[in-house]
């Protein structure tokens, strides 16, 4: 990593041509033959590599950064890392001190400081230290960001308005669920967050018991897939309670304590929620904003008389319904000409793409007719297939 960063390095970097797999070989073989050494050769064709990779997630920046494996997995997307430093600059004020406790590769760091932050970033493992460093010199954020190579147990919060918490939750290269075994832990996260106010980044899937009261609990989606929980505590909560973020268009989904609807049969539309309005519990709120109900206590799919657009669901036209066997659901797409069939599903067993592929050869217009969305879940309690059409 110091040598990729050194001028020789960041040179031979920029001089690559756009990383392609089949050339690879024969550019480290050509750039070796001129005289570079074999390991640094080899450490800048990977590092062409996971730029490429990490375009879609860093955006632009990636370009210019120094990455390593892990840290490029666990960092943070750029558009979720923008709007959180939005927030807290919003909250703290611009050219206030924050500290990235466990900064990784600097994702969030850099968002924070381009958001006018002061930045005092904290890394335990020094490769991963040094790519940070070196990115936010190469991004020219060196005069707001000071990257310490230290345990975050050890940072010094003198001044320090908030503190910025992700937590690595790999253990032995696989990923853990338990928020004690995160690094640091949960339990390790509040207690500094009775120091300094924090905003933690933390698996969708933590349990609602483990906010800590007064919180808000922000579930981020990203074109529809849940990235991450926001917890903000102290200063930075805005009043406590769960909400469903989605970007990229910012629309922000409040809870309010809205009891679920009832469960019925199915009207003309189905309504499927974002998985940011699941995973915050707020399937009743944005039923709420659609007039729904729901189809069954316990699935979070909702049903309403009227066609409402909404981010925070997707809309589909039910076009018919028939309770699940293999038999019906076939003879529905026969009588409905399908030439093939998208399986969708919640709360049943059915795997889709197997049930799709027991449907498929039973299809007499299979390759010639439009293709069909079958939604399998239960209606009241029954196992039911409705065959819908999403709203354009
Ligand atoms: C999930 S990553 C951070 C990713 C970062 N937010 C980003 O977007 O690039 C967590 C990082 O915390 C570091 N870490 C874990 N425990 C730490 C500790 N006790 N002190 C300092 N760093 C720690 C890990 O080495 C890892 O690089």
Not at 21 to 35: T, W
Not at 308 to 314: E, H
Not at 370 to 378: D, M, Q, S
Request: hydrophobic fraction near 45%; aromatic fraction near 4%; charge should be neutral.
């Amino acid at each position: 990593m110091r040598a990729l960063a050194s001028p020789e390095g960041q040179l031979l970097l920029a001089g690559l041509p756009a990383y392609d797999d089949r050339e690879v070989l024969a550019l480290g073989e050509r750039l070796r033959r001129e005289g570079l050494d074999a390991a640094f050769v080899s450490a800048a064709l990977t590092q062409s590599r996971l730029r490429e990779r990490a375009v879609g997630k860093l955006g632009p920046d990636a370009a210019r950064m120094l990455l390593t494996q892990e840290g490029l997995e666990q960092a943070s997307r750029r558009e979720v890392a923008d709007r959180r430093a939005e927030r807290l600059v919003a909250t703290v004020g611009p050219d206030a001190l924050v500290a990235d406790l466990g900064c990784g590769i600097g994702a969030d760091s850099l968002a924070l400081a381009r958001a006018g932050l002061r930045v005092l970033a904290v890394e335990r493992d020094p490769a991963t230290a040094a790519a940070a460093a070196a990115n936010v010199r190469a991004l020219g954020l060196d005069d707001r960001v000071e990257v310490r190579t230290a345990d975050l147990a050890d940072a010094d919060l003198a001044g320090v308005a908030a503190a910025y918490l992700d937590p690595a939750r790999r253990g032995e290269g696989r990923r853990t669920t338990d928020p004690e075994q995160w690094s640091p832990p949960w339990s390790a996260v509040l207690r500094l967050a009775a120091r300094v106010p924090v905003v933690a980044k933390v698996a969708p899937g933590l349990a609602h018991e483990l906010v800590p009261a007064g919180a808000d609990a922000e579930w981020v989606s990203v074109d529809g897939d849940v990235v991450e929980c926001a917890v903000w505590t102290g200063g930075l909560s805005r009043g406590g309670g769960r909400s469903a973020v989605l970007l990229p268009g910012g629309d922000v989904l409040p809870g309010r304590g809205t009891p679920p609807p009832r469960a019925v049969a199915p009207f003309g539309f189905l309504y499927e929620p974002d998985g940011a309005v699941i995973r915050a519990g707020l399937v009743a709120e944005a039923a709420e904003l659609v007039d729904g109900w729901l189809l069954d206590p316990t699935i979070a799919y909702v049903t309403a008389e009227r066609l409402v657009r909404t981010p925070f669901l997707t809309a589909y036209r039910v076009l018919d319904a028939v309770p699940f066997s293999l038999r019906r659901v076939r003879d529905l797409l026969r009588a409905h000409g399908a030439g093939d069939v998208v399986v969708k599903k919640r709360g049943t067993a059915v795997v889709p793409e197997a049930f799709r592929g027991q449907l498929l050869p039973g299809l007499p217009q299979r390759g010639r007719g439009p293709t069909l969305t079958i939604v399998l879940t239960r209606v009241l309690g029954a196992h039911t297939a409705l065959l819908v059409e999403r709203c354009a």
